[in-house]
């Protein structure tokens, strides 16, 4: 997909199937260890990016690590966007997380 192009999903509501998309980085910008969730903040063009503790999880990133690094400048993360549709519109969010020490 080129870069900076929203998938075309077509179809109605939660029926269409999640879309992988670029691969971007960003710092933390947030997160809620007691709701699991977070934002990222993208180096490409500053937007915020959701991200669920469970993705973040499966490269072996835990709440703990979340927090601590929350105000460390010299961590960063990588990821894959996914659009998909949420309760009203098309959404996004951080997917094949992984941890960059700079």
Request: no cysteine; glycine share 8%; hydrophobic share 40%.
């Amino acid at each position: 997909m080129e870069q900076g192009l929203v998938p075309n999903l077509n179809g109605i509501g939660n029926s269409i199937q999640p879309t992988i998309g670029e691969k971007d980085s960003g710092k933390l910008k947030f997160f809620n260890i007691f709701q699991k969730f977070g934002f990222f903040v993208s180096d490409k063009d500053g937007s915020d990016v959701f991200f669920h503790i469970d993705d973040a999880m499966k490269n072996g990133i835990n709440s703990e690590f979340l927090q601590m690094t929350q105000f460390n400048p010299n961590i960063r993360f990588s990821y894959q966007i996914m659009y998909y549709y949420g309760k009203h519109k098309l959404s996004r969010k951080a997917i094949n997380i992984q941890a960059i020490l700079i």
